[in-house]
């Protein structure tokens, strides 16, 4: 299963809603999770099961979707959330990560 | 405290070996898959192999079977990566990584380690 996300990078400013999108190549239901990191740290999970958010991450970031088409939602961008987000599935005991959305500083 | 402290990373010649090692504490490690992610020099993160806790079931990615083999030894909190055959390509950053929920396998990963640097070179 290969995960495709878009866009690949992305300049925004603080303040501003962000939408980055994690395509499957096939449906996997809601098994997928997204991640942040940054540089030269170890990512971090944000959410689970599409949707789920983590304990302890701010309810500015939000997942939806389900089947092939998800999406990770930044309501209001603080300084501290720029940092490269990744998508994962987790089926068939064979899990993927997607290429990766740089979200850079305007 | 919980965490996950990745060793053993170096400098090997291309088709050398390296033994990874991580130690984990602050949770019942035995009741929880683990697996090892990689990240080239500014590259994306690619799924290694994993293990269920009780070292039952195991699983690879394509890239690294036949010449990877992920191990544990659930008396100490320890989990192994052996690299053998290794090439230029493997040069990464190795991540020691948890499971989320208690039991077999459920690959989503909520406690990393710091990492370990692999370098593939002659």
């Known amino acids: 299963i290969q995960l495709t996300q878009s866009p690949s990078s992305l300049s925004a400013s603080v303040g501003d809603r962000v939408t980055i999108t994690c395509r499957a190549s096939q449906g996997i239901t809601i098994y997928l999770a997204w991640y942040q990191q940054k540089p030269g740290k170890a990512p971090k999970l944000l959410i689970d099961a599409a949707s789920t958010l983590q304990s302890g991450v701010p309810s500015r970031f939000s997942g939806s979707g389900s089947g092939t088409d998800f999406t990770l939602t930044i309501s209001s961008l603080q300084p501290e959330d720029f940092a490269t987000y990744y998508c994962?599935?987790?089926?068939?005991?064979?899990?993927?990560f997607g290429q990766g959305t740089r979200l850079e500083i305007k | 405290e919980v965490q996950l402290l990745e060793s053993g990373g170096d400098l090997v010649q291309p088709g050398g070996s390296l033994r990874l090692s991580c130690a984990a504490s602050g949770f019942t490690f035995s009741g929880f898959a683990m697996s090892w992610v990689r990240q080239a020099p500014g590259k994306g993160l690619e799924w290694v192999a994993g293990?269920?806790?009780?070292?039952?079931?195991?699983?690879?990615a394509d890239s690294v079977k036949g010449r990877f083999t992920v191990s544990r030894d659930n008396s100490r909190s320890m989990l192994f990566l052996q690299m053998s055959s290794l090439r230029p390509e493997d040069t990464a950053v190795y991540y020691c990584a948890k499971d989320y929920i208690f039991g077999d396998g459920y690959w989503v990963f909520d406690l990393w380690g710091r990492g370990t640097l692999v370098t593939v070179s002659s």
């Open positions: 994962q599935h987790q089926l068939h005991n064979y899990p993927t």
């Open positions: 293990l269920y806790g009780s070292g039952a079931g195991i699983s690879y």
